[in-house]
């Protein structure tokens, strides 16, 4: 359990140093050494015989490989797609869904037939796959690198303000964004890593409970392509409310759960949870390009899950300590319920201060242009002032 927590931890925890490397290497780059490094921690873990090096093969080199390989593949998108971007965001997490629903059903026949290292071992053919995906990245922006060496090929240092980008924080509306979104996940996770145990503990043996998880991944998946083509019909930072609402009906829907005496009830509840974390997850990238823009969207991304592994690490636990000192998780879905519904609540500032922001970078140019047409006026004026009598002189004579 700790290797896999560290493994997922690591994953976020990498992403504000991934972030820096694409903008100072490029998409392509680091997303194919990231799928090798990947590659190498996973094909290396199925050779250990103990659990101590798989804290540094799975938990450690594995995680850091698939944290490089995984951010680069939302950044390039925005490269390429403009107008459909929620769509496309939408396509491409839903193939994560799919791996979600399949997986654990694959890995299980694996391991019955073959065992545990030679399923690690098959599953580096997706590592593999991974790796080649990485060299189609073309990023269509301009690198830092290019701005900075002058000519293709020469790579000069860019300086230290480019390298650590924090200026997205003075972004105000991303700042806010930053703050919801980690306040609403203290409880977000909480149903994906206890709900199997509270199955258990109220209806036993008797219920197949990987029929939650099916239904979790598969309207996952369909939330992704029907919000993601959504997003696209929502103008500028208006999209954060579909965001809101993901985090409204998955707070409620966590306080439901304790509520379900009958497994169906529990059914329902996975479906529509389901259906809105597709829609959080779908529409982050294009939220970021909108508050920050194409050029500062990678590092903008990073710190956000960055930002994002502290409550994923801290909230399950806390929920487990509920659980070990009442003895039911029912405590524990009602208090994960609260921070989605705050988070959510947070995210409602984003639109209003996001155009306020726009309005203001809008009058700076508009007031040196009204200036330059006043004096244009004003010479106008002049000159057919001084015109008007030589014409009447002329005239007469």
């Not at 659990?51 to 490089?68: D, M, N, V």
């Not at 496309?88 to 839903?94: D, F, L, P």
């Not at 997850?281 to 991304?301: H, K, R, T």
């Amino acid at each position: 359990a700790w290797v896999s927590s560290l493994s997922m931890g690591m994953v976020f925890f990498c992403s504000p140093i991934v972030s820096v490397f694409t903008d100072l290497f490029g998409c392509r780059k680091v997303a194919v050494i990231g799928a090798a490094v990947g590659f190498a921690g996973l094909l290396s873990s199925s050779f250990v015989s103990t659990i101590e090096p798989l804290y540094f093969t799975y938990g450690i080199l594995f995680a850091c490989g698939c944290s490089f390989a995984y951010q680069p593949s939302l950044v390039i998108l925005g490269h390429y797609f403009k107008k459909r971007l929620g769509l496309v965001n939408g396509v491409v997490t839903a193939g994560s869904s799919l791996f979600t629903v399949s997986l654990p059903f694959l890995m299980r026949v694996l391991i019955d037939s073959v065992g545990l290292y030679n399923t690690l071992r098959v599953l580096c053919i997706l590592m593999f796959v991974l790796f080649l995906a990485g060299f189609t990245y073309k990023p269509l922006v301009s690198d830092a690198k290019d701005k900075e060496g002058g000519k293709k090929g020469k790579f000069r240092f860019p300086p230290e303000k480019k390298i650590c980008n924090f200026s997205v924080f003075k972004v105000l509306s991303y700042r806010i964004w930053a703050l919801g979104i980690p306040a609403a996940l203290f409880g977000y996770f909480v149903p994906y890593v206890h709900l199997m145990k509270h199955v258990k503990d109220r209806f036993g043996d008797s219920v197949p409970e990987e029929v939650l998880l099916l239904c979790l991944g598969i309207t996952s998946g369909v939330g992704r392509l029907i919000f993601g083509r959504v997003a696209d019909y929502i103008p500028g930072a208006k999209k954060v409310y579909l965001q809101v609402a993901s985090f409204f009906f998955i707070g409620l829907m966590s306080m439901m759960i304790p509520l379900c005496h009958v497994f169906g009830g529990l059914i329902a509840v996975c479906l529509f949870m389901g259906l809105f974390d597709g829609c959080f997850i779908c529409i982050m990238a294009p939220i970021a390009f909108e508050l920050v823009g194409p050029q500062d969207v990678s590092q903008a991304i990073g710190f956000l899950l960055g930002l994002m592994s502290i409550p994923m690490t801290v909230g399950p636990p806390i929920a487990g300590l509920l659980h070990d000192h009442l003895g039911t998780y029912d405590v524990a879905f009602y208090l994960a319920g609260v921070p989605p519904l705050i988070g959510g609540a947070i995210l409602c500032l984003i639109p209003w201060v996001h155009e306020r922001q726009k309005l203001k970078e809008r009058a700076k140019p508009v007031d040196g242009e009204t200036t330059e047409k006043m004096l244009e006026n004003e010479s106008t004026l002049v000159s057919d002032t001084t015109e008007k009598p030589v014409k009447d002189i002329e005239s007469g004579l």
